[in-house]
């Protein structure tokens, strides 16, 4: 067979930037290399596993579904072979010279934000085959591609901006890299170090890892074992290794069940909601195993959408072998599937909440917002769900919560619905006018501190057959309590109404005298149904049609209240004043209510009133 001669390529400008980081880098932990590449070569083992079941023309088809790793004191190199898949002349030159891998493109995004050349990043992405740079002089890539009728070829570089392809005969199937080392980093031709290194990250490979002939992982797949022999710390090196994470989980659940699938589930809660600091929104990536075969790393209907921050495994003997991305036909399958996972995993936070409060709790104040969009979109587990909501109430210390399960068992006898008030923090509700009403009559206010949470709240409707209702809705009737002395009589509260409404004209709907108000003079409520002022500054912030038309409120008074007795007085004795004091007083409610849009016109006039003081 004639060989052509080698062709040189030039590496793409964002992997000739990749490389210089790497190469350059002081980064310390240089070890991770080992991981990666390994990584890689299971990932090309599953590859094969999968195309085996499809394909029936598979090159040098005896090779064992292994890796193996030697080690050369002497030559200082370190060679990593696996009998995967492997890669087509045109795949070499496509996968090892452009940047086709996220992480890769993430750490350079990163490092771009960042500004400064924060080495530190190479461990939190993975920068993927090219790590192999940070301690070699030079890699060879010698491989051969599962497609019977490709010939083989060897990838070469030193990294520095550019590397050859040429044909390569007599190749095993699979991949076959041979770094060079640097000088300074001998060690990774020691076999002690990379026993070392492949014990610490690679445990977990399912398939067998030799080291210089002998084998060294033992090729468990975790969630098949039983829980009882596994030790935490297993857990935890699994969940970094399969979900590529760097965190410990903050909660876990392995369990297996017969009915109505047979499945074994490993599933992970992370340490920190990332979606939170304002990262790219999450993607399913619970992956699917039948027998410890992958089906699919990250499967879209294996779980709710609300669950997409979980990590981990779930491995059901039930599936077809076959199944896969684009065959995944068998819906009612997934469904079943998905269904008896979900549900395990609701009771088991169920159980948690109960048996752990606390855990629970610090759970929920990183990731309850996922169960507030499921409460509020997944009809399916609407119930369970709202029962895992925790919120504070004016019955909680600061900081403290309650569920609405709690809230239920705590109503009094006449109290039909639960209330509930939305507010940027606790402080704005407490000194705001709208609790006091409830407070003096007992009733405990749950209280909501997240944009979502209004659309939350009217999406879940009721719970336990309660409605859910805005204490700061026009609606809200509230029972008699005695009158205190000393108010308005109701022919004067009349009177003033009255002035009011005129002397306010358009900007209220209506004025009446307030059951709720106790020691504040006013409050606002929104008269318009349709449109809470949440919804209403979310709509302007989008700038929605039907944001712009003034604000309709029904201004409440207390005819209890010191100011509306003077107003009462003034309001014949001096009118011009008491006009300013009248619209000074509903400014003064549409700021509670949230509702002020343009305070300008309201500095002008507190002015006129203090040149009277
Ligand atoms: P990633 O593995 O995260 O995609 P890498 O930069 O490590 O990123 O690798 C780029 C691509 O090269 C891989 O997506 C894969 O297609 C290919 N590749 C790397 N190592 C191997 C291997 N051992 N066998 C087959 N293909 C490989």
């Not at 300074?184 to 490979?205: N, P």
């Not at 308005?488 to 709720?516: C, I, M, N, P």
Request: charged share 30%; glycine share 6%; proline share 3%.
């Amino acid at each position: 067979m004639s060989t052509p001669a080698p062709q040189k390529f030039e590496f793409q400008a964002e992997i000739k930037q990749l490389l210089d980081i790497v190469i350059h880098s002081l980064y310390t932990e240089k070890e991770i290399f080992v991981r990666e590449l390994v990584s890689n070569a299971s990932d090309a083992l599953e590859k094969l596993r999968h195309t085996q079941i499809t394909e029936k023309d598979i090159f040098d088809d005896k090779a064992e579904l292994a890796i193996n790793v030697t080690t050369d004191d002497k030559a200082k190199t370190l060679t990593i072979e696996d009998f995967g898949i492997g890669m087509t002349r045109a795949e070499l030159v496509e996968n090892l010279g452009t940047i086709a891998h996220s992480g890769s493109k993430q750490f350079l995004k990163a490092l771009g934000e960042g500004g400064a050349k924060n080495t530190n990043l190479i461990g939190q992405f993975g920068v993927g085959f090219y790590s192999a740079f940070m301690v070699a002089k030079s890699v060879k890539v010698y491989s051969h591609s599962w497609r019977a009728g490709e010939a083989g070829h060897v990838w070469s570089s030193d990294g520095s901006g550019s590397y050859e392809v040429e044909a390569a005969d007599d190749l095993h199937r699979g991949c076959k890299i041979v770094i060079e080392l640097k000088d300074d980093c001998g060690d990774y031709a020691q076999e002690w170090k990379i026993k070392e290194i492949l014990e610490r990250y690679s445990a977990f490979v399912s398939f067998p890892i030799n080291l210089n002939g002998k084998r060294i992982n033992t090729i468990q797949a975790l969630w098949l074992r039983s829980k009882n022999e596994i030790k935490d710390e297993e857990y935890t090196e699994f969940y970094k290794f399969q979900s590529h994470a760097h965190d410990e989980p903050r909660l876990r659940l392995h369990f297996s069940a017969d009915a109505p699938l047979a499945i074994n589930a490993l599933l992970f809660v992370p340490k920190d909601n990332s979606e939170k600091f304002g990262m790219s929104r999450l993607e399913a990536s619970v992956s699917l195993y039948c027998r410890k075969v992958l089906i699919d790393a990250k499967p879209k209907d294996i779980l709710p959408e609300w669950l997409r921050f979980m990590k981990g495994v779930i491995d059901s003997e039930d599936l077809p072998l076959n199944i896969s991305r684009e065959t995944m036909q068998d819906r009612s399958l997934i469904e079943k599937l998905n269904k008896v996972v979900t549900k395990r995993f609701l009771k088991f936070l169920a159980d948690e909440a109960e048996a752990r409060p606390d855990t629970y709790n610090e759970f929920y104040a990183e990731f309850g917002i996922f169960l507030k969009e499921g409460a509020a979109m997944d009809y399916t587990h609407k119930e369970q769900l709202t029962k895992l909501l925790r919120f504070e109430s004016s019955l909680t210390d600061k900081g403290k919560t309650t569920s609405l399960t709690d809230y239920v068992g705590r109503m009094g006898a006449d109290q039909k619905e639960i209330y509930y008030l939305v507010g940027p923090n606790r402080a704005a509700l407490e000194s705001g006018p709208y609790l006091e009403g409830f407070k003096a009559r007992n009733l405990e206010v749950i209280f909501c501190y997240e944009a979502v949470d209004e659309y939350v709240m009217s999406s879940v409707r009721e719970f336990e057959g309660k409605k859910l209702t805005a204490a700061d809705h026009a609606d809200v009737k509230l029972s008699d309590i005695p009158k205190p002395e000393g108010a308005l009589s109701e022919d004067d509260t009349k009177k003033l109404t009255t002035w009011l409404k005129e002397t306010l004209g358009a900007r209220v709907e209506e004025v009446k005298a307030s059951d709720r108000l106790v020691d504040s003079p006013a409050l606002a409520v929104n008269a318009d149904k349709f449109m809470s002022p949440q919804m209403r500054r979310m709509m302007k912030a989008m700038k929605k049609d039907g944001a712009d038309e003034p604000v309709k409120v029904t201004l409440e008074i207390n005819p209890r209240s010191v100011v509306m007795k003077r107003l009462f007085e003034t309001h014949t004795t001096a009118p011009e004043k008491a006009k300013l004091v009248a619209e000074q007083i509903l400014d003064n409610s549409l700021i509670s209510a949230g509702l002020l849009e343009d305070a300008t016109p309201m500095v002008a006039r507190l002015y006129k009133l203090l040149e009277s003081v």
